[in-house]
């Protein structure tokens, strides 16, 4: 039996992972340190048993050190961080103190707690990073692998590399059992409506313009969040200490594609199910026109990197990780929570503002 901290676990990803934790491992204990800032979200872990759920911030050196030590905790799973880029470039601070010195506080607590004060016990911290440390990639590039130089173009990405090498110094000089994986872009359910899939998604269903960025040319790998679950999970359970392991999709796709699919899956969810009109009036598809009218081009983001594509070479070959769903299932399943789950997401339409 392990004893868990999940950092940020009320926040998206994080509480895919509790939920797939606790399914996959349910005699482990379970604790959330989240900080509940404005994407952090209590009623993403309801309806589980045995999680707690303690409000905290990870720059809390004393309170991280105290949880580890009450709870007797061995594994600390890191995703805790502030992550919209958009929100990076007018506010950086926040991303430095968060991603930098967040991190660095939890690698204290567990180097004090697990190795200066430690019994010997097997101990894991794992790390959750970005692809977008390795910077940006030209059409004809290889994909990012495991050693791929940084070079990181938004104060979020930089925060993002800077507490990487910090997870790595921290192996490498105190001998602490860290893993780090840099993943690609999640998509799925309990995300934050400010990411592209869930606010296109959102603002189709109440009519609002779909703003595309540039030319809407700008390619990502995407993720879905199971299967990152899945992804982290190999590597706390076979991954080597002190490695880095990239977890990504399989699906390469230009964001215009993307909404492209998002507009198609409206339309076609709007056709199947009447009652869709009645919830969702502003749409088109209600009044039987294309979501697509909702595309509108605007200026891009500054230093908005044009591709990025993982190679997962070495997780298949070490890990034995695959990622199971191709982005028109996986959106799908994603569309239908959605739809399901307005009274989850209704509430968080005011925070993105």
């Not at 893993?179 to 409506?193: A, K, L, V």
């Not at 590597?235 to 198609?264: A, D, F, M, T």
């Amino acid at each position: 039996m392990a004893n868990l901290i999940v950092t940020g676990g009320a926040g998206f990803i994080g509480a895919n992972f509790v939920y797939h934790w606790r399914k996959a491992h349910p005699d482990d204990s379970i604790t959330v340190l989240d900080a509940l800032t404005y994407a952090g979200n209590p009623a993403n872990l309801d309806g589980l048993d045995g999680v707690e759920l303690v409000e905290g911030d990870i720059c809390d050196t004393a309170l991280v050190s105290r949880l580890l030590a009450e709870r007797d905790v061995d594994t600390i799973v890191h995703f805790a961080a502030e992550s919209h880029v958009d929100r990076s470039i007018t506010g950086p601070d926040a991303f430095v103190t968060t991603n930098v010195v967040g991190t660095h506080s939890l690698l204290k607590a567990a180097k004090d707690a697990w190795l200066d004060k430690g019994t010997g016990r097997p101990h894991r911290f794992h790390h959750v990073s970005t692809d977008e440390v390795y910077g940006s990639l030209g059409p004809n590039d290889p994909a990012f692998s495991e050693t791929t130089a940084y070079a990181p173009n938004s104060p979020y990405s930089a925060s993002k590399a800077g507490s990487d090498h910090l997870v790595r110094a921290y192996h490498h000089t105190y001998g602490l059992d860290t893993r780090t994986s840099n993943c690609s872009n999640n998509y799925g359910p309990y995300q934050f409506p400010e990411k592209l899939i869930p606010l296109f998604t959102l603002n189709a269903l109440s009519g609002k313009p779909l703003p595309i960025y540039g030319d809407g040319m700008n390619v990502r790998d995407w993720l879905h969040v199971e299967d990152h679950c899945r992804g982290i999970e190999l590597v706390l359970e076979k991954g080597r200490p002190g490695e880095v392991y990239n977890i990504g999709g399989g699906q390469e796709l230009p964001n215009l594609e993307v909404i492209e699919e998002i507009c198609r899956g409206v339309d076609a969810a709007f056709a199947s199910d009447p009652s869709l009109a009645e919830r969702f009036p502003n749409a088109p598809a209600a009044q039987g026109r294309p979501t697509s009218e909702l595309k509108t081009f605007v200026e891009d983001r500054k230093g908005h990197d044009r591709r990025y594509a993982i190679d997962e070479t070495k997780a298949r070959g070490e890990l034995g990780y695959a990622p199971a769903r191709d982005f028109e299932h996986g959106f799908a399943t994603t569309l239908r929570w959605y739809l399901n789950n307005e009274a989850w997401w209704r509430p968080l339409l005011k925070r993105t503002k």
